[in-house]
């Protein structure tokens, strides 16, 4: 992918800049905004804070590579395409599963160690905060990399088979939110109306349990970034 | 049945209708993609892999963290 020249990049950052505020209309982005919200009625301030942030870089982004886009449109007298989101390439993602097998033992004993020290650390304590967050940080930061400067299309998917895993997900999520509003008040568990969270407790509350559900959250995150 | 069950019941049935997809998906011939499939169509944007990374640095913390 080309660097553009400094005065496109100054173009492409004031025009971003612009049309930030609209991208703020974005399904993805207003779904972090909602849970930012529940997140703070919830009493989760730094989880709120967080979605919000990422919500809004999101937004920013999204304005920035369409602005760019169309600037680089412009100046080639193409049409742009500002529905699209540019992808990155098969040869690129092939490339990185491989890097990645080769890199499965190691990652699976470190990953097993730091679950088994970090499990041992109490809930919500500074040392678990900042052990969970580096790993998060990172897992953000390198999605955010790996998917920097793109070209090829994605694959379609039949909309109607599609349909189906999107209620599933809407309902899921729905059920949990519907859980979290019948709670006595969003920041207390309740018995009768319990959360994933609250389901997870019993196991959370062990260090054997926080070790294995560290090293499920650093598995899904591992093939996440497989994908 | 109490409330507790109930919603307990809500959250099977999901996991059920989730594996149940899935199933479904591997069978010749048809039109609903593997779960794996529709991962891959999300996280083939940018923007939608890293929500999907964000949504995961999310859980970890809201599970850890202060």
């Known amino acids: 992918m080309p660097v553009p020249a400094p005065h496109a990049r100054r173009t492409a950052f004031a025009a971003g800049l612009r049309r930030c505020p609209w991208a703020v209309v974005h399904p993805v982005i207003l779904t972090f905004a909602i849970a930012a919200y529940f997140s703070y009625v919830s009493g989760e301030t730094t989880g709120a804070a967080y979605l919000l942030a990422a919500g809004l ?152 349990g926080r070790s294995a559900v560290l090293f499920g959250w650093l598995a899904a995150g591992w093939y996440l970034a497989r994908r | 049945m109490s409330s507790h069950v109930i919603t307990l019941a809500g959250y099977l049935a999901f996991l059920v209708a989730g594996i149940g997809l899935e199933a479904l998906a591997h069978r010749p011939g048809s039109r609903i993609p593997a779960i794996g499939a529709v991962a891959d169509r999300i996280m083939h944007s940018r923007t939608g892999r890293i929500a999907v990374a964000a949504w995961w640095a999310w859980l970890g913390l809201h599970l850890f963290s202060k």
Request: aromatic share 8%; charged share 15%; hydrophobic share 45%.
């Open chain 1, 57 to 208: 870089a999101l937004a920013w982004d999204h304005a920035h590579r369409r602005a760019a886009r169309s600037s680089g449109a412009a100046t080639s007298g193409r049409p742009g395409r500002p529905g699209r989101v540019p992808v990155f390439s098969r040869e690129s993602a092939e490339r990185r599963r491989a890097a990645m097998g080769r890199l499965l033992i190691p990652a699976v004993l470190a990953g097993a160690g730091y679950s088994a020290v970090v499990g041992w650390f109490p809930r919500y304590s500074w040392p678990a905060t900042i052990a969970v967050a580096i790993p998060a940080a990172a897992g953000v930061l390198v999605a955010w990399r790996v998917s920097a400067g793109s070209a090829s299309k994605p694959g379609r998917l039949n909309r109607a088979g599609v349909a189906p895993w999107a209620l599933v997900g809407a309902g899921a999520s729905a059920w949990e939110l519907a859980a979290l509003y019948l709670q006595p008040d969003p920041g207390t568990d309740s018995y009768a109306h319990p959360t994933l969270t609250y389901l997870a407790n019993p196991i959370l509350a062990s260090a054997p």
